[in-house]
C-alpha cells in the first residue's frame, strides 16, 4: 500500500456555504465526476472506527472503482441553523457499489470509513518484548502503517508498565491493538482537524478527555418537520442478565508462593447468572492492578 500516496489528503478548498440546497456534498480525491448525495447513513462509537455509508448520484454512467477506492474523502454536512457553519467527515473509501441506473444518471454506494480501518486488511503473528501497550500501539502505527504524529494522539493520566512479553496470534493489526488497549482499559475515538484535512486517533483513559459540552435536544419529530437543528428523536432503556461472577487467576514461577488469584461478584444479585474465568492474563505480582 502506497502509503504516502494515501496520506496526502488535502482537498481542494471549497466554500462554507454549499450551493444551492445541497446541505450534504461528498468529496473524492481526484474524481472528476460530478456527485450528488442521495442519502446517508453514519454510526460512530467509542473504540470501533466509523462507517458513513453515503449513497449519491452522477451522470457519470461507469465511474471507475479505482478512482474511488482507498482514496482519501471527505463528506461534508451543513448545519441548516447556522449555514456558515459545516462539519467535515475525513477519511478513507473502503467499499464502492454500483446501485442502479437511469438513462440520465446512475446511483452509487461508498462507505467512508479512517484510515485505522485499512488495519483490520493486515493480518499477521508477532512476539513484542519489554514494551508497554501505548508503545506497541505506536510501534505499529508508525512502523507498518506510516502514521504520523498529528495522526495518532496519546493523552494517558496512568503509567503503563513494560511487559516482558505480548503475542500477537493470527490477528489483524486492528483486532490486535483494541484487544490489548481493552486489557489496560484505554479507549479511542476520532476528531477531525480541519487545518490539516485528516482525522485524528485520540487515546485515552479517564474522564478528562471525554467531551463534556455536547447538548442536544430530545425532540419528537412530526410527520415531514425535523426541527432543521441536531436532535434526539426517540431513548429507550434495556435491561439484559448479566454475569454473576469474575475470577483472575495467574502464576508467577519465580514467586510460585504468591497467590494470584481475586474474584468479584453479586451473590445476592437475583438477575445476573453463571461465572467468568480468566487464567494467565500476566498479571506477576500480587496487588497489580487487573
Known amino acids: 500500500m502506497d502509503r504516502k500516496m494515501l496520506r496526502a489528503r488535502q482537498l481542494q478548498a471549497s466554500k462554507p456555504v454549499l450551493p444551492g440546497h445541497a446541505r450534504y456534498r461528498l468529496e473524492i480525491r481526484r474524481c472528476k465526476a460530478e456527485l450528488e448525495v442521495f442519502s446517508f447513513t453514519g454510526e460512530e462509537r467509542l473504540c470501533a472506527p466509523y462507517c458513513y455509508t453515503i449513497d449519491f448520484t452522477s451522470p457519470t454512467r461507469d465511474i471507475d472503482p479505482a478512482a474511488m477506492l482507498n482514496k482519501p474523502a471527505a463528506f461534508i454536512l451543513q448545519a441548516p441553523e447556522n449555514p456558515e457553519q459545516a462539519r467535515k467527515v475525513h477519511g478513507v473509501i473502503t467499499r464502492f457499489n454500483r446501485l442502479a441506473a437511469s438513462a440520465d444518471e446512475t446511483r452509487y454506494q461508498v462507505c467512508l470509513e479512517p484510515y485505522l480501518a485499512l488495519l483490520r486488511h493486515t493480518r499477521r503473528s508477532g512476539i513484542y518484548q519489554n514494551q508497554s501497550v501505548p508503545e506497541i500501539v505506536e510501534k505499529i502505527l508508525r512502523e507498518r502503517h506510516e502514521f504520523r504524529g498529528q495522526d495518532f494522539l496519546f493523552t494517558l493520566a496512568r503509567d503503563y508498565p ?18 490489548i488497549l481493552a486489557e489496560v482499559g484505554i479507549w479511542y475515538r476520532f476528531e477531525m482537524d480541519g487545518r490539516l484535512g485528516i482525522e485524528v486517533v485520540r487515546f485515552g483513559d479517564n474522564q478528562r478527555n471525554y467531551q463534556y459540552d455536547v447538548k442536544l435536544p430530545l425532540r419528537d419529530p412530526a410527520g415531514m418537520n425535523h426541527n432543521d437543528h441536531d436532535s434526539v428523536w426517540d431513548l429507550h432503556v434495556e435491561h439484559q442478565v448479566v454475569t454473576q461472577k469474575v475470577k483472575v487467576r495467574d502464576y508467577n514461577y519465580r514467586e510460585a508462593g504468591n497467590d494470584l488469584q481475586y474474584q468479584v461478584g453479586r451473590d445476592r444479585d437475583t438477575t445476573v447468572v453463571g461465572e467468568i474465568y480468566r487464567y494467565g492474563d500476566n498479571f506477576l505480582e500480587k496487588g497489580e492492578q487487573i
Open 162 to 179: 513494560k511487559r516482558e512479553l505480548v503475542v500477537q496470534w493470527q490477528e489483524s493489526d486492528l483486532d490486535f491493538i483494541q484487544r
